[in-house]
């Protein structure tokens, strides 16, 4: 939806590596998030940006650090992953405020696995 | 902080046959979004209804239909002539409307399983 894609899809990797997510989307939309998702927990919010180089924390974002350079760049990176990281991060994005819908747009998600 | 809670780890309904799921949420505020998104196997997260909290009509987007309680902060779906292609994980959400930039308080979803 909305023409988000993230890379990569899948990454294994190792304890105490650094690792980053890309969410890219070509709707020039304004807001952008990451979630992750476990089993038994839903959807959790890591961060999120209300415009370039404006980002904030989220519910779990310990661990974790983001950027947004451009309008349709998202990053997430992991600085020394931990194995409790193992998870399957989905990005998101709305249109800006105002708009006639308050909904987000989810890419297709990247597995994680953390050794 | 608000929460979203589905009590119902797993459904299961015939095919053709309406299944309701269940959704509460607990919130301060008035003026919210509520929404139920469907995953599928493909992990692919697809919005299926969305509710305003100052719309006292409930929302309906062709076999899928909600029932908003505001005063019970109860959002339930309601899926009827229910689809082979309707199985999947229904995850509840929530959004305040104060602001444009906060992110989605979801539950833990609901298993949807449809019998043949």
């Known amino acids: 939806d909305a023409g988000i894609t993230q890379s990569p899809r899948h990454k294994v990797t190792e304890t105490g590596t650094p690792v980053t997510l890309r969410c890219h989307q070509t709707?020039?939309?304004?807001?952008m998030y990451w979630y992750r998702q476990d089993p038994g927990h839903g959807l959790r919010l890591i961060h999120y940006s209300y415009g370039v180089k404006d980002t904030d924390k989220g519910e779990v974002s310990d661990g974790y650090s983001v950027s947004r350079s451009k309008t349709e760049d998202f990053l997430l990176t992991l600085e020394s992953a931990t194995s409790s990281q193992t998870s399957v991060y989905f990005c998101?994005?709305?249109?800006?405020?105002?708009?006639?819908?308050?909904?987000?747009?989810f890419g297709p998600g990247t597995r994680l696995t953390v050794l | 902080a608000q929460t979203v809670t589905q009590s119902q780890p797993e459904m299961s309904v015939q095919e053709a046959e309406t299944v309701t799921l269940s959704c509460t949420y607990d919130?301060?505020?008035?003026?919210?979004?509520l929404f139920w998104y469907k995953q599928p196997p493909s992990r692919q997260m697809i919005l299926v209804i969305r509710?305003?909290?100052?719309?006292?009509q409930n929302a309906t987007e062709n076999r899928f239909s909600v029932n908003f309680q505001k005063a019970a902060k109860s959002f339930s779906l309601k899926i009827s002539d229910s689809q082979l292609g309707d199985a999947a994980m229904y995850f509840c959400a929530y959004r305040s409307a104060r602001g444009g930039a906060d992110g989605l308080t979801f539950g833990k979803g609901t298993h949807l399983i449809i019998q043949p």
């Open positions: 509710q305003e909290a100052y719309k006292q």
């Open positions: 919130t301060s505020e008035s003026d919210y979004y």
């Open positions: 709707e020039n939309h304004r807001y």
């Open positions: 998101a994005t709305k249109p800006r405020q105002g708009s006639s819908t308050d909904t987000q747009y």
